[in-house]
């Protein structure tokens, strides 16, 4: 389903073509409970932008599995060496899309797979930060991940991303503020700010390849809702981000069932080929 011919100039909506997700930017956009109500019961997550057209605020459906009591309860009693196994499984994929990312767009991504096999459990020496260093620096050559133009573009892209993985967790009946590495009190997402890791360099490759900076325009948004459209490799299977969220967050439920983090699914970048949506 999909909200499609609106016109943006009143409206202020823009569309995604899948209706996991849906963006009121606009201002002036005034939107009903008994609409806000009907999206959530759609399982439809909403993000609402404030007056510098980022993204400020999120709804998620409430509408959760039937087992979330039992999935909760392992969530809270997962074991410590679960949880760092986990974590160590998710920086991996992170830091390898990094890599795959690195390699497409043509630079050399031998440091970052060094840098993947050095990861230890829990990601005790931090990788992932030495990772990120290496990486940003190599693409942002001019200022650096949080003070350049291509800053708000990243932002605006990593948070269309966050709003999928917050529909997968809460659909699944995990509690989003209940993560396995962030655990920042004021955040009610940390799992999905766990989750979304591996997921993240698909933004990456977006931005850098089509060299999209700020301003951010409606098209240059658009190119970014594309995400959730974007093919990745999982568990043997090419799938749209949109559904690999959800194959995801299913594989880690079923790692915290079992206590198994080998059972814990990651996407795999392989380009910037899209599902076709009619």
Excluded at 184 to 189: E, G, T, V
């Amino acid at each position: 389903m999909s909200i499609r011919n609106m016109d943006t100039r009143t409206s202020a909506l823009i569309p995604i073509r899948e209706i996991g997700s849906i963006v009121f930017e606009h201002p002036a956009t005034v939107v009903t409970t008994r609409l806000l109500a009907e999206l959530a019961n759609a399982g439809t997550t909403v993000l609402f932008c404030g007056t510098n057209h980022m993204p400020a605020g999120m709804e998620i459906p409430l509408a959760s599995n039937l087992n979330s009591a039992s999935i909760s309860e392992h969530q809270f009693n997962a074991s410590k060496p679960l949880i760092k196994r986990l974590w160590k499984s998710i920086v991996r994929a992170k830091i390898l899309n990094q890599a795959s990312v690195m390699r497409f767009l043509g630079h050399d991504d031998a440091k970052l797979l060094t840098i993947a096999s050095e990861i230890k459990s829990n990601d005790s020496t931090n990788r992932e930060a030495v990772a990120a260093v290496e990486y940003f620096s190599e693409l942002i050559p001019e200022g650096g991940r949080w003070n350049s133009d291509y800053t708000a573009p990243l932002n605006y892209g990593y948070t269309i991303e966050r709003a999928g993985i917050a529909r997968a967790v809460c659909g699944a009946g995990l509690v989003p503020s209940k993560g396995i590495h962030h655990h920042n009190s004021l955040n009610p997402m940390n799992l999905c700010d766990d989750l979304i890791e591996p997921f993240r360099p698909i933004i990456d490759a977006i931005v850098f390849a089509n060299r999209i900076t700020a301003p951010l325009d409606h098209a240059a948004k658009l190119e970014l809702l594309r995400v959730h459209e974007t093919l990745v490799s999982l568990d043997g299977r090419r799938l749209s981000c949109q559904n690999a969220y959800l194959d995801v967050v299913n594989s880690f439920v079923d790692a915290l069932a079992n206590s198994d983090a080998s059972l814990l699914k990651t996407p795999r970048f392989i380009g910037l080929s899209t599902v076709e949506v009619s």
